[in-house]
């Protein structure tokens, strides 16, 4: 299911009362406020193994906080879960979670190698449950604004598709440095890049090319360059790095023409990205509307779990697979 149709779903007005699995910085300051005030999703409790956050959760949201999950789910009643932890423990959570057939939803990357990626599909078929690998940015209305000017021919027919995705150094104490942990840009930024790359063009790349670096003392990949190949001169060309400034962008090259989106993947609710358009013409702008696209993912979930499951299971094995082939070339160390 590519961006265009799952903006075009309509949202249905049950609620879900979810449980929160991590409490790290996303879930602080995205995902818990986004499923207190989506209008169909609540929350019932937040798990962390760290007692420090209790007070955050409290304190700040209101809400109860809990350290042991198999007590919560033995004891507290919902129909959901979101988790939010560090990507290598993804699947023990959801092995943990299963047996008690509750929804899933988990932040990207759902899986670190392919065989989580095929154990949480085999969980998923054996206990009759959705699990959807979250990828909120997809939800945004810029999106379904930008498919659909292509889709009038704006800029002729896409022939490269362009993403950056990095950011300034991170601390070094976050997981996302930490290999055990699932770290490294591949399963991080470069994730939100191969998810849009296959997403906008409808199908899985045929070839599959990818420069990785790590800088001295870092254990996982820092920076990548990949090429996607997706035949018929459909290509894709993604950046991203965990040492830069600031970039978070689309560009659609077509035969008529040049699409940017200045801000892609990341945005703040009150945020309004620019979309430009160059053609031999000339050159047009146009505001994006604000949207608070954790929101949206909560409302795309409720609205699709009870029929979207293979749909869901076939698209993260998909993404995992990609993710993989580019994890399979070699780190070269930067010196």
């Known amino acids: 299911m590519n961006m265009e149709e799952t903006s075009n779903i309509k949202h249905q007005t049950s609620t879900q009362r979810f449980v929160v699995i991590g409490c790290g910085n996303i879930a602080q300051r995205c995902s818990i406020p986004a499923l207190m005030n989506s209008g169909v999703t609540e929350v019932v409790c937040v798990v962390d193994t760290d007692e420090r956050k209790r007070e955050i959760v409290e304190g700040r949201f209101g809400l109860h906080f809990e350290t042991d999950l198999r007590h919560v789910l033995e004891n507290y009643d919902f129909e959901s879960v979101y988790i939010s932890t560090p990507n290598a423990i993804h699947v023990q959570i959801v092995e943990q979670v299963a047996p008690y057939r509750k929804n899933i939803l988990c932040e990207k990357p759902l899986a670190g190698s392919m065989a989580d990626a095929e154990r949480i599909a085999e969980l998923g078929q054996q206990y009759n ?11 945004h209305a810029q999106h379904k604004i930008k498919n659909q000017l292509i889709a009038d021919g704006a800029i002729g027919e896409p022939q490269l598709f362009q993403g950056w995705f990095g950011f300034p150094p991170i601390a070094d104490t976050d997981f996302r440095y930490r290999k055990a942990l699932g770290g490294g840009c591949v399963l991080d930024s470069c994730a939100y890049l191969v998810h849009s ?13 990818a420069v990785l670096s790590h800088e001295p003392g870092r254990e996982v990949e820092t920076h ?12 894709a060309n993604l950046v991203s790095g965990f040492n830069n400034k600031y970039k978070s962008q689309q ?37 994006m509307p604000a949207c ?13 779990c009870a029929t979207s499951a293979e749909v869901w299971r076939e698209e993260f094995l998909n993404q995992t697979k990609v993710l993989m082939q580019v994890k399979e070339f070699m780190v070269n160390e930067k010196n």
């Open 129 to 139: 449950i959705p699990i959807f690998e979250g990828f909120m940015y997809q939800f």
């Open 197 to 209: 790359a296959r997403h906008f063009y409808g199908c899985e790349p045929e070839y599959v090319y």
């Open 224 to 235: 990548a360059t990949i090429l996607l190949d997706f035949g018929q001169g459909r290509v």
């Open 251 to 287: 560009v659609i090259w077509g035969s008529k023409g040049l699409m940017s989106l200045e801000r892609a993947y990341a945005l703040p609710p009150d945020f309004q990205s620019t979309l430009t358009i160059e053609t031999q013409e000339g050159t047009t702008q146009q505001m």
């Open 292 to 304: 608070n696209h954790f929101e949206e993912e909560m409302r795309y979930f409720v609205a699709n």
